[in-house]
Antibody, heavy 121, light 107 residues
């Protein structure tokens, strides 16, 4: 059974960058869609973008285009989320999630544990 | 982007009650809706996919319905462990969007 393990919490200054990792164990995710979902404190879920590692071409939500980069390393079964020019309002828990697509429907069936990124001066 | 309008934003119900949460999409999305449960400090967990299919391992008191623009999540008989936030999600097209969430409290 695939599990997703994310990197640990980060504290960053406004204007800096952060890179969060999500490593899959228990199976390859090279041909799977891995996605990033953000949850600001006390708020709901927001899809940021995703990538299929074997293709390597990310798909971003327009809200995050330009400040967010999603990459994948097939050799380590890991996907990454980098956010630049951090703002206080980027303070959130960032989740990675696998988009399981066995047929015409798909759903986020496996999630990482979440990574808290705190942006504060 | 497709907007998902979820209601109510919060509700309080008693153990054994039937609970219904609704989600309305801003355009026809067929049955491309999933429902998630999120407990405090945890990642979301899928309950329903394809609007009405129960995810393996999820109790049968959870059910989903609807198609087009209107969708429902029903808990047939509320249990204490159902205390959580619930979110709908459309995956008809990217950007995938979620409803604002429903906070479910137990009276």
């Amino acid at each position: 059974q695939v599990q997703l393990l994310q990197s640990g919490p980060e504290v960053k200054k406004p204007g800096s960058s952060v890179k969060v990792s999500c490593e899959a164990s228990g199976g390859s995710v090279s041909s799977e869609s891995l996605n990033w979902v953000r949850q600001a404190p006390g708020l709901g879920l927001e899809w940021m973008g995703g990538i299929i590692p074997i293709f390597g071409v990310p798909n971003y939500a327009e809200n995050f285009q330009g400040r967010v980069t999603i990459t994948a390393d097939e050799s380590t079964n890991t996907v990454f989320l980098e956010v630049t020019s951090l703002r206080v309002e980027d303070t959130a828990v960032y989740f990675c999630a696998r988009d399981h697509r066995p047929g015409i429907y798909s759903w986020f069936d496996i999630w990482g544990q979440g990574t808290l990124v705190t942006v504060s001066s | 982007d497709i907007q998902m309008t979820q209601s109510p934003s919060s509700l309080s119900a008693s153990v054994g009650d039937r609970v219904t949460i609704t989600c309305r999409a801003s355009q026809d999305i067929a049955k491309y809706v999933n429902w998630y449960q999120q407990k405090p400090g945890k990642a979301p967990k899928v309950l329903i996919y394809g609007a009405s299919s129960l995810q393996s391992g999820v109790p049968s008191r959870f059910s989903g319905g609807g198609s087009g623009t209107d969708f429902t999540l029903v808990i047939s008989s509320l249990r204490p462990e159902d205390l959580a936030f619930y979110y709908c999600q459309q995956n008809y097209e990217t950007p995938y969007t979620f409803g604002q969430g429903t906070r479910l409290e137990i009276k």
